[in-house]
């Protein structure tokens, strides 16, 4: 059974199921490693009992084009969602509302380093999930006024007062990750993804969080930012990536990875499914049959090194 959240009307409460998503970025085509997330998703969501949404994340590079191929591609593969497409450039009031309750609590500061100044600060990690070193969180107020004078824009971070936050994880178990000064909004004054990922999931009734287990390590931050905004924290489930066949994450330079491309060599949207639902031990040459016989305990826990030289046709699910 899926876990309900209430919600009001002018009967009273009305109990309402909760829900899985998808949410990717309109930079450019999908390929086969986001195509294997969101059918995982989708999966996890409708094996539960949970409605499925589809959010597109466009407050970053967004390329024309982009958002109905990503949409033609989940359709193509049998991935459907309950309701309207939200977009993220279409909420920002929301954004701006979750950003003053955090500054009325004291819970902000400005921030004028450059990412250069970060990766060269002594205490920062170098890695691209490496934490905020702190550098502008005592600045004085004339500190601060000299820096406006020299033109240097201020992103506003969170004044966390935590660095370590405990999330639950279907595959990973227990999971306690750093918690740093995020930024909230960005320099250009647009809000950040950890901010707005945290408003929407709430927004929207998600209750359940299934992405790639790359972005593990920023969910303690995000886990803890709903509980200052007093959100709830949803449930999540991080999977394997796809890699290559040297190890690395899949991309657009390892050949023909996208659907479209995909289909240019002939292959059928069956036939990728069918591969990505081997990727998952499953036997399945389409979503419905994927569904039938979907078991999260059955799921891999290493990565699906991907040769896209050999993706083969499967057998229906028994």
């Known amino acids: 059974m899926a876990d309900v959240r209430t919600t009001s009307s002018?009967?009273?409460?009305?109990?309402?199921p909760g829900a899985g998503r998808y949410a990717p970025s309109p930079s450019g085509d999908l390929h086969l490693?986001?195509?294997r997330t969101a059918l995982l998703a989708w999966a996890f969501a409708r094996s539960t009992g949970r409605r499925f949404l589809l959010r597109i994340d466009d407050l970053d590079r967004v390329r024309p084009g982009a958002e109905q191929r990503q949409l033609d591609d989940l359709t193509a593969i049998g991935v459907d969602w309950d309701g309207?497409?939200?977009r993220q450039s279409e909420r920002l009031p929301w954004y701006e509302a979750a950003i003053e309750r955090l500054a009325a609590a004291g819970l902000t500061y400005e921030c004028f380093c450059t990412r250069r100044e970060i990766q060269k600060a002594a205490t920062a990690p170098h890695g691209p999930m490496g934490a905020y070193p702190g550098t502008c969180r005592t600045l004085s107020d004339s500190e601060r006024a000299r820096l406006r004078t020299e033109g240097r824009p201020a992103a506003l971070r969170l004044r966390a007062t935590v660095t370590e936050f405990e999330v639950r994880d279907e595959l990973h178990g227990r999971y306690r990750g750093p918690v740093d000064d995020v930024v909230l909004r960005r320099g250009d004054g647009v809000p950040a993804y950890n901010l707005a990922v945290v408003v929407d999931d709430a927004a929207q009734g998600v209750d359940q969080v299934v992405r790639g287990d790359d972005l593990l390590p920023s969910t303690p931050r995000q886990a803890y930012l709903a509980t200052?905004?007093?959100?709830?924290?949803?449930?999540y489930a991080h999977v394997p990536l796809v890699l290559n066949t040297q190890g690395r994450r899949l991309a657009k330079r390892d050949g023909a990875v996208t659907l479209r491309e995909r289909l240019a060599l002939g292959n059928t949207p069956e036939e990728?499914?069918?591969a990505l639902a081997a990727s998952l031990g499953s036997t399945a040459t389409s979503s419905s049959e994927l569904l039938a016989c979907f078991d999260t305990r059955r799921l891999p826990r290493e990565p699906w090194i991907l040769d896209v030289h050999g993706l083969l046709r499967s057998s229906p699910c028994p």
């Open 10 to 16: 002018t009967d009273g409460p009305v109990a309402e």
């Open 33 to 35: 490693g986001n195509l």
């Open 84 to 86: 309207p497409v939200v």
């Open 228 to 235: 200052l905004l007093g959100l709830p924290v949803p449930s």
């Open 272 to 274: 990728v499914v069918s």
